[in-house]
């Protein structure tokens, strides 16, 4: 049973947006800190977002700031990635994860993680 769920992802051209979305499937995720991460094909899973649970307190991969937003809406069990002015290198599967405890920026802080999905940036 899938517990985290991404979607939202596809083609789009540099300088485009698109609106990731995270929707927990067989249990609620309201009370844990959320994240995304990106991986591209032969390099690391590295860190673009987190959120904590209560939405009070969002932090950013240098490399994304002022370009993405994080947020949720816990009442729907939803984190979003909202991506602007998106660029070629932003192309990965783009992942959400929950976590309870450890660095945010770390990959191994995190618990539970969904399926991915792919956003790829044309030049």
């Known amino acids: 049973q899938v517990q985290l769920v991404e979607s939202g992802g596809g083609l789009v051209q540099a300088g485009g947006s698109l609106r990731l979305s995270c929707a927990a499937s067989?249990?609620?995720?309201?009370?844990?800190?959320m994240g995304w991460f990106r991986q591209a094909p032969g390099k690391e899973r590295e860190f673009v977002a987190t959120?904590?649970?209560?939405?009070?307190?969002?932090y950013y991969a240098d490399s994304v700031k002022g370009r993405f937003t994080i947020s949720r809406d816990n009442a729907k069990v939803t984190v979003y990635l909202q991506m602007n002015s998106l660029k070629p290198e932003d192309t990965a599967v783009y992942y959400c994860?929950?976590?309870?405890?450890?660095?945010?920026?770390?990959?191994?802080?995190?618990?539970?993680w969904g399926q991915g999905t792919q956003v790829t940036v044309s030049s």
């Open positions: 994860a929950a976590r309870l405890y450890g660095n945010y920026y770390l990959v191994t802080s995190y618990d539970y």
């Open positions: 067989g249990r609620t995720f309201s009370s844990r800190d």
């Open positions: 959120i904590r649970w209560s939405g009070d307190s969002t």
